[in-house]
């Protein structure tokens, strides 16, 4: 689904770093797009939006999952 989206939709090299960073380094990056931090494990709604990327975070506020479009 996420090849549907205009410009870069994935950021694999983000896995790890400070979920503040990232967020900001993924709005730099594409400007389509919001990113949002929330804690991994977070109930979120199931649709999926061109203009969304969620940076799933653990407590200490580190990436844990390839943030993407969605």
Known sequence: MSSECA????WPELLGTNGDYAASVIERENS???AMVILDGTPVTGDFRCDRVRVRVNRNRIVVQV???G
């Open 7 to 10: 410009g870069k939709n994935s």
């Open 32 to 34: 389509r797009v919001d």
């Open 67 to 69: 943030p993407t479009t």
